[in-house]
């Protein structure tokens, strides 16, 4: 019944790597930051918090002319990337996942952040006085009481990864085999009058891949919230 | 093992001012809800900081504002029991025994042996628990014994027992003075419980509004009658050690020696050559000029008045030197007018009833 | 109060929608924009100022008003999408009218010196062949790079440069990314690239390498007062003259 074509199975193979690349690489960051907003008092942190909802409240497409400003081969910091490491982003999967962390990255640190601001500090003085360092107490009290968070977090980035267009389109454009991840190709359909059908596919192919992801992403969140019951 | 401490903090309410010294034993910091105490330890552990002072822990200075001396915390070695355990919830019992043994209580040789430890606190069976599993009093115990583990140099314990029912509370004290005689901990033992300080305690530093009022053996600090009103043992008494030396099972009645002479009192499973202390309240003393006869009472001592206090309430407080031992008896304005009762005065006291805290063998 | 804020929120709901209805809509493909803008101030200067043009891909916007968009006239860059319209019965035949035609341009950065071109099938790939990319408009629906890829493939090079080109979801973001300096070539309008500091026109595609990018209008099937008075304003001299100062190819 549903055979997918070369370019359905592309689109695909190409929405899991990009976001599960998106989510993986800003995932550590995404920690430290939620961690320094819940953990710091410092001049300029509403101005921190403020810039990391910019994905939020600006439409995708800027976001993603942003990115092509800073981050292009061109760009103000890709161009400085590109000439001294030679590499960039621009026009390649790579750029995609980029893209995609960035839209993500503000519904990943605001999960982190509130189940970190929930954390009783009196545990981590407890740590202290038995001899931990406080980056001892971040990886062993913080890190391990914050995972259900952190499985939070990373869900709604991941759903937000998968379904990331704007930003995409407009700074890395659509690269056959590069950048046609789902949402592109079903934008790309949607256009043509005519290819309804195939846009429904899409959408169905979509929807299946979002329900699969979502399911996992459960289960190994049940996982983790068994593993600190009691809290 | 020495400590130190000399601070100041302003904490909004109060100001603690606080200054005294100890070596070794458990020493308690006794005072009502609020006196500051808890803030004190916390200071210790380096927890809180100091507005200004000095705290020296076996003579390493671990705070000095004038010097900029501040140890961090997990530097200090002290170790920590919190009044709510505060265990690991993500991990399991052993795993909480070993979090501190595992950071500094391995390479540092000071660190008692994890079996001793579990067997003194008796909770061998509960290792491989998950915390939210255990009761009140089992936490507790895995709470001292994880502190223990981290090879401290001093223990201080935060009102350990205050969130535990008076059962548990008899269990664990024990287990707490068992501590000190098998590992030789220092331990600085905060709480508002005469019960527990008594039980416990060898020295005592008695604060009040944030500031030190006393600081002595605990019988000292407790028999003080300017203190009664700081320590809260509501009506006056006399705390008095004593040493069994005799039980009659026929009776169930055990004759403990003071300074003054012998009790005699309705106690059973006392085994001979224990120390306690016993309470004797002022209102369960009273005075006779000649030594009465054929009376209930069993115990019945000659002493000589020292003093009379006569403030115009219609109960009086006469203090007597018993064989060096002091004892309260509060009697009637009336009685002492009529009995002619003043200092230096011969009397014979007539004490109707012991309260002996429940012992703890005690070096 | 709150009866005062829900009249407030009715009245201007209701002025605008009827200032929406009163406007004449006119969709307008993206790259008419630099004939429209002198257009639309030619008409207001007639004394009427109900006029409201949106710009979109001719592909996307034929889309909408096959969707229901209340569009009176509509601007194309392409015929096929007239043709649907009118397929559609969206569209009144007897209203179209072909109004001019537009090239093709490869275009580089402005910052890129010393490149020329001597022969488009050659050099194309030649320019690319380093990793550079050809950014256009994505030909599946957008007018410019449907018509790109016609000359590409009429030059028989279009399955050598497929793999290296950039697919924008519009005209504009391929000359962005020229204008950028992100990619070394593109094909866009020459309308587009003309008096752009920041691009170079390296080449105008000869037009029979291509269909001919046939700028068409067309009344929709939702009338308004004042179309067929747009509809010949759109036709008329003064008009045809803006279209040529915009570089638009107007027949003689």
């Known amino acids: 019944m549903f055979d997918l074509s070369p370019a359905e199975f592309e689109a695909v193979l190409l929405s899991l790597k990009v976001s599960l690349w998106a989510v993986g690489v800003s995932l550590p960051l995404g920690i430290a930051t939620a961690w320094v907003l819940a953990r710091l008092e410092f001049p300029g942190k509403t101005l921190l918090d403020a810039l990391i909802h910019v994905p939020l409240v600006v439409p995708p497409v800027v976001v993603g002319y942003l990115l092509l400003l800073l981050l292009g081969r061109n760009g103000y910091v890709g161009g400085w990337l590109y000439e001294t490491f030679g590499i960039t982003v621009a026009f390649s999967w790579q750029g995609a996942a980029v893209a995609a962390a960035v839209m993500a990255f503000p519904l990943m640190v605001r999960a982190i952040r509130l189940s970190i601001e929930a954390i009783d500090t009196r545990l981590e003085q407890a740590a202290r006085t038995l001899g931990a360092r406080p980056i001892d107490v971040f990886f062993s009290i913080t890190l391990p009481l914050t995972g259900s968070g952190i499985v939070v977090g990373v869900i709604l980035a991941f759903a937000r990864a998968l379904g990331e267009f704007g930003a995409t389109i407009t700074f890395v454009s659509a690269i056959p085999g590069e950048t046609t991840t789902l949402p592109v190709s079903l934008y790309t359909l949607a256009q043509i009058p005519g290819e309804e059908s195939g846009a429904i596919r899409l959408v169905v192919l979509s929807l299946i891949v979002a329900f699969g992801a979502m399911f996992a992403a459960e289960i190994i969140a049940r996982r983790v919230r068994k593993r600190i019951a009691g809290t | 093992m020495s400590l130190s401490v000399d601070i100041r903090k302003n904490l909004g309410a109060f100001t603690v001012d606080a200054r005294f010294a100890c070596a070794g034993g458990i020493t308690a910091l006794f005072g009502k809800s609020g006196a500051g105490k808890t803030s004190i330890v916390q200071m210790m552990a380096g927890l809180i900081r100091p507005q200004n002072g000095r705290i020296e822990i076996g003579g390493e200075t671990v705070f000095d504002s004038a010097k900029n001396i501040d140890i961090p915390v997990h530097q200090r070695r002290v170790g920590y029991v919190f009044q709510d355990a505060r265990l690991f919830p993500h991990m399991s019992v052993r795993r909480n025994l070993d979090y501190g043994r595992r950071r500094r209580g391995d390479g540092t040789g000071s660190s008692p042996a994890f079996d001793d430890v579990i067997d003194v606190l008796g909770i061998g069976t509960l290792l491989d628990r998950r915390t939210h599993l255990l009761s009140g009093g089992e936490r507790q115990r895995v709470a001292i014994g994880r502190a223990l583990l981290s090879a401290p140099r001093i223990l201080l314990m935060d009102e350990p027992l205050a969130s535990l029912d008076a059962g548990r509370k008899a269990e664990i004290i024990p287990f707490i003075a068992r501590i000190q005689d098998q590992f030789r901990l220092p331990i600085v033992y905060v709480s508002h419980s005469v019960d527990e300080v008594l039980q416990l305690a060898d020295t005592m530093v008695l604060l009040a509004d944030g500031g030190v009022a006393a600081v002595g053996p605990v019988e000292d600090v407790m028999n003080r009658p300017d203190l009664v009103r700081i320590t809260g043992t509501g009506d006056a008494g006399t705390v008095i050690p004593a040493r069994v030396t005799d039980t009659d099972a026929e009776f169930g009645i055990a004759t403990l020696t003071f300074a003054g002479g012998d009790f005699r009192v309705p106690a059973a499973g006392l085994e001979t050559g224990r120390r306690l202390r016993l309470r004797v309240r002022a209102r369960d003393v009273s005075l006779a000029l000649k030594k009465p006869e054929d009376v209930s009472v069993l115990n019945i001592f000659e002493g000589t008045v020292t003093s009379v206090s006569n403030s115009g309430r219609p109960q009086t407080d006469v203090s007597i030197d018993v064989g060096g031992a002091i004892i309260w008896s509060q009697i009637t304005r009336k009685s002492l007018s009529e009995l002619e009762i003043a200092p230096g005065k011969k009397v014979f006291a007539m004490v109707k009833a012991v309260a002996i805290d429940d012992p703890v063998a005690h070096p | ?252």
């Open chain 3, 1 to 252: 109060m709150r009866l005062i804020h829900i009249s407030l929120f009715l009245l201007c709901f209701t002025q605008t929608m009827s200032a929406i209805a009163a406007s004449l809509t006119v969709y307008a493909a993206a790259s008419t924009v630099s004939a429209m803008k002198p257009i639309e101030k030619l008409w207001s200067e007639t004394g009427k100022r109900n006029l409201r043009v949106v710009y979109g891909s001719s592909g996307a916007l034929a889309r909408q008003i096959s969707a229901g968009a209340p569009a009176h006239v509509y601007f194309s860059a392409n015929r096929i999408w007239v043709d649907y319209l009118v397929d559609e019965k969206l569209a009144r035949p007897e209203s179209r009218k072909t109004v001019m035609e537009n090239r093709l341009a490869l275009i580089a950065p402005a910052s890129a010196k010393g490149i020329s071109i001597a022969s488009l099938a050659r050099d194309v790939p030649r320019l690319l062949k380093d990793g550079g990319r050809l950014a256009m408009g994505d030909p599946r629906h957008v007018p410019a790079g449907h018509y790109a890829k016609e000359a590409l493939t009429s030059l028989g090079i279009w399955s050598a440069v497929a793999a290296t080109t950039a697919r924008t979801r519009n005209v504009r973001l391929a000359l962005a990314l020229v204008q950028r300096g992100e990619v070394p070539l593109s094909i866009v309008y020459r309308t587009d690239a003309l008096g752009d500091p920041l691009v170079r026109i390296l080449d105008i595609l000869p037009g029979d390498l291509h269909s001919p990018v046939e700028y068409q209008v067309v009344g929709t099937a939702t009338r308004h007062p004042d179309s067929d008075a747009f509809l010949a304003f759109l036709t008329s001299d003064d008009a045809l003259a803006l279209y040529r100062a915009a570089g638009f190819v107007v027949p003689e």
